[in-house]
């Protein structure tokens, strides 16, 4: 697909791989439609850096009427859409066994993933790509044991899109991106050695920079032979066992 005038959306672009991927896509000539939540600052440095065909919604994917709101202002807008990123979600310690903890994760980074594209197959008219962000804890064996619910949603969020890809092909293509240690806002108030001392658990002993999760998007964005794929870029933290 040649990402020229091709109108995609982004979920969660105030930040990170969000950001990284909306203006990547910009760059490459894409009109880009991008949420935030909480984050209007970097939102309005998204869109600054979009430039003329970006914009911008605030959304909290943990209720689903806004999203439904989403897409009623991105119909009026563009009336179509070429291109779904699922990036938003929430990743913080989360009980082993308090259900409230599964659900508000679940609801943020699986249920309002599925609702989304839903809405955006709609605009799609049989013809798309969707590319979801999901993380290499969604791999079972490389799980880490603070954070179960994230995993498991991330993990599902994997079998949906192998299962989405089945339902959608050919006219819509539905791939997934499983990153290792990004150096985003997410990790909180990391200092520079502390985000070192992460980066060095995997093998290329650093982290990885938003900027290669983006190019990555692209590439897949850009691929038409590729569809069910689920794409590991976590420096070889999976494979870092001793």
């Known amino acids: 697909m040649n990402l020229k005038d091709k109108k995609v959306l982004i979920t969660g672009a105030s930040s990170g791989i969000g950001l990284a991927i909306a203006t990547t896509l910009a760059k490459a000539g894409a009109h880009v439609a991008f949420t935030y939540n909480s984050n209007e600052t970097g939102a309005k440095e998204t869109l600054k850096q979009i430039g003329e065909h970006g914009l911008m919604f605030k959304v909290d994917f943990a209720k689903e009427d806004e ?11 563009w009336g179509s859409l070429d291109i779904l990123v699922n990036n938003a979600g929430v990743n913080r310690p989360r009980g082993l066994f308090e259900t409230k903890d ?20 709609e605009l799609m008219e049989n013809k798309g790509k969707v590319l979801n962000i999901t993380s290499i804890y969604g791999f079972g064996k490389a799980c880490y044991k603070g954070i179960a619910p994230y995993g498991a949603a991330k993990a599902a969020l994997n079998h949906y899109t192998e299962v989405l890809a089945k339902n959608l092909a050919p006219k819509i293509l539905v791939n997934a991106i499983a990153p290792g240690y990004v150096k985003t806002p997410l990790w909180g108030n990391k200092s520079e050695q502390e985000f070192k001392d992460s980066g060095e658990e995997q093998l290329i002993e650093r982290m990885i920079e938003p900027s290669e999760i983006a190019n990555m ?3 897949i964005l850009e691929n038409d032979a590729m569809t069910g794929e689920i794409v590991i870029v976590d420096g070889g933290l999976s494979l870092k066992t001793i």
């Open 67 to 77: 999203i439904d709101v989403l897409f009623e202002k991105l119909n009026k807008e």
């Open 217 to 219: 998007a692209k590439a």
């Open 102 to 121: 599964w659900k508000e994760v679940f609801q943020i980074d699986l249920f309002s993933a599925v609702k989304t594209t839903g809405l955006a197959v």
